[in-house]
Every structure is written in C-alpha cells, then in structure tokens.
C-alpha cells in the first residue's frame, strides 16, 4: 500500500525566507506528482503538476522537483510572505489506479 | 471558465440519514473523482467516473455510492450516515481521468453528521 509522509509536519518562519517543504512515498513507482495549497476550510488548488518525463516545475516563487528513484519530492518556496500561509499536501498517481494518493501535509504560517 | 463546483458548501445530518453531495467538472473535463477529507488528514479516494462509468473505488462500504451523468457532472451519495462519515468531501475533474492529466479540485462539501 502506498504511503505518503511530508516533513515537517507543521512550519513557523519570518517573511522572506526561503523553505523547502518534503514529500516521500513508499512505492517509488509514481507516474505524475502535483503540490497543493489549501487554505482553512476549503478545496485544493493546484500549485504544480511534475509529468512522468519531468524532473522539476517552476511557477513563479515556487519550484517544485521529483526524485523517482528514491520517490522523493520537494517544494521550494523562494522568498516567502504571510499570503503564503495554508497547508501544503503533496499527492502522486502510483501504480495502474487513476487515483492520487495523498501525504497528511505540511502547515505553514509565515509571520510578519 | 468555471472552475470545479459543488454543491452545497456546508451540510448538517443526523445519524441514520441519507446525503446527496453535486459536483459539476470544468467544461471539457470527462472525469470526475471523489475524496473525503478528515480533519487533520490528506484527502482519502473514494470514487473515480469517467465517461459515466466507475473507474475505481476506493476503501469505503457499500454505503457510499456514485454516478456521472451525460453531462459528466456527478453525484455522491452517502446513505445511513455516521458520525465519522462527517468530513470534507472534495471533487476533482480532469480532462481524460488518467494519471496523465492534471486534477483541479472544487471548494468541497463540509458534511456533519450529529
């Protein structure tokens, strides 16, 4: 059975810093890999999706990389501020099944 | 465009009940897949449609059932409920359902179940 762990589980620092956020699966045999944000209450939203054939993702701020050897994953935040404040779950499709298998996630508050 | 919708945002039940939980895919979008989402946890598969039919279910009893309409938006349905069915239910669609494509979630059904 699959199984996801992000580490650390929860993260408190200033603005401005940069952060790496991890993700490690059991089974390294990952097809694709996304990063999510969600805030309090509320849906995912799609921060980065890793295609099979890819090693990394840049959106803006964030870089996004997939190790499938070891399958490991990390989240680079550059330059962080209070909006980027939410959990962030890391969710990859293994195996034949058209699901995501999902971490438990990584709370972060950045503070003034 | 629209993103991923569902219907209604919150929900209240009592034990025994029976709930019926919408979601519409974005336009386009062929696949729609079910999760549950207890507190403090990561989202847990439940359900996946695509072109109207299941593609693959998750670890959840019979209790909880699906389908997909013609128009691909779906249903979820959760009968004699729990307390520990209440949860954040989260839709996600994408374009052909496989693990080649990205899934966009909606903003999810908060049920409680009393």
């Known amino acids: 059975k699959q199984e996801v762990t992000q580490i650390p589980a929860a993260l408190s620092v200033p603005e401005g810093e940069n952060l790496v956020l991890n993700c490690s699966f059991t089974?390294?045999?990952?097809?694709?890999l996304q990063w999510f944000r969600q805030d309090p209450g509320k849906g995912l939203t799609s921060l980065l999706l890793?295609?099979?054939?890819?090693r990394e993702q840049t959106s803006g701020r964030l870089n996004a990389s997939l190790d499938k050897s070891s399958g490991r994953s990390t989240l680079y935040i550059a330059a962080s501020q209070p909006g980027d404040s939410a959990t962030y779950l890391c969710?990859?499709?293994?195996?034949?099944?058209?699901?995501?298998?999902f971490g438990t996630g990584t709370r972060l508050q950045v503070t003034l | 465009d629209a993103g991923v919708t569902q219907s209604p945002t919150h929900l209240i039940k009592t034990r025994g009940q029976q709930v019926t939980l919408r979601c519409s895919p974005i336009?386009?979008?062929?696949?729609v897949s079910w999760y549950q989402q207890v507190l403090g946890q990561g989202p847990q598969f439940i359900f996946q449609?695509?072109?109207?039919?299941?593609?693959g279910r998750g670890n959840f009893p019979d209790r909880f059932s699906a389908r997909q309409f013609p128009n691909y938006s779906s249903e979820l349905n959760v009968n004699a409920l729990l307390l520990g069915d209440s949860a954040l239910y989260l839709c996600a669609s994408s374009l052909a359902g496989t693990w080649t494509t990205e899934a966009f979630f909606g903003q999810g059904t908060r049920l409680t179940v009393v």
């Open positions: 449609y695509y072109e109207k039919e299941e593609r």
């Open positions: 890793i295609q099979s054939s890819q």
């Open positions: 336009s386009g979008h062929k696949s």
């Open positions: 089974d390294s045999a990952i097809y694709n």
């Open positions: 969710a990859g499709y293994t195996g034949t099944a058209s699901k995501l298998t």
